[in-house]
């Protein structure tokens, strides 16, 4: 499984971007795809979720500022980034899984993620 991110750059406390990823190989029937992301010296996070029935979940650090959209039958899942802040900076992953009674699995496919930079 290849999971491919990109969008990333360097933006403007404010700004926005726009983050893709399309999964591939052997992948059957995605019912939920999320995006991570891992600050400098922290731990990687869950940052939202979307499922194959279209619910989502969002970390309250980004709740009202990110929109996650896609096509899971096409293997594709973006992240709409508002009013970007200093802190969002880290490298954003995207990942395939599942939800069991809210709670979002993530299996274990990692791909090289994207770098989101927000500074003056």
């Known amino acids: 499984v290849q999971l491919q991110a990109s969008g990333g750059g360097l933006v403007q406390p404010g700004g926005s971007l726009r983050l893709s990823c399309l999964a591939s190989?052997?992948?059957?029937?995605?019912?939920?795809m999320g995006w991570y992301r891992q600050a400098p010296g922290k731990r990687r996070e869950l940052v939202t979720y979307i499922t194959s029935g279209s619910s989502t979940y969002y970390a309250d650090s980004v709740k009202g500022r990110f929109t996650i959209s896609g096509d899971l039958a096409k293997n594709t899942v973006y992240l709409l980034m508002n009013s970007l802040k200093p802190e969002d900076t880290a490298v954003y992953y995207c990942n395939v899984g599942t939800v069991v009674s809210g709670t979002y699995y993530g299996r274990d496919y990692w791909g090289k993620g994207t770098l989101v930079t927000v500074s003056s």
């Open positions: 190989g052997s992948i059957f029937s995605i019912v939920a």
